[in-house]
């Protein structure tokens, strides 16, 4: 059974940070591209942050700079450090696997980031 767990959402102030998990079971980690994507009310969800099996890393560029993705492929884990966060940072957060177009995708975690 495939499974992605987030965890680290919450309640921040702008400007602040959160660094949000991703565990990862049932797959081969360490041969998967691993993604955030977030979705706003309303809005499409979009690609934040991406992670390759040799670590090549891409980034939206409305979080450039202020977000880090990582991978712990020996605990099969992938993070997504938010550095100064912003109101339109809110959104639901959703942790993906992707291996030559096989997808797997977690239930989500919500940040929202006041104001």
């Known amino acids: 059974q495939v499974q992605l767990v987030e965890s680290g959402g919450g309640l921040v102030q702008s400007g602040g940070s959160l660094r949000l998990s991703c565990a990862a079971s049932g797959i081969i980690f360490s041969v998967y591209a691993m993604n955030w994507y977030r979705q706003a009310p309303g809005k499409q969800r979009e690609l934040v942050a991406r992670i390759s099996s040799g670590e090549f890393t891409n980034y939206v560029d409305s979080v450039k700079g202020r977000f880090t993705i990582s991978r712990d492929n020996a605990k099969k884990m992938v993070y997504l450090q938010m550095n100064s966060l912003k109101p339109e940072d809110t959104a639901v957060y959703y942790c993906?696997?992707?291996?030559?177009?096989?997808?797997?995708w977690g239930k989500g975690t919500q940040v929202t980031v006041s104001s």
């Open positions: 993906n696997a992707d291996y030559i177009g096989t997808m797997h």
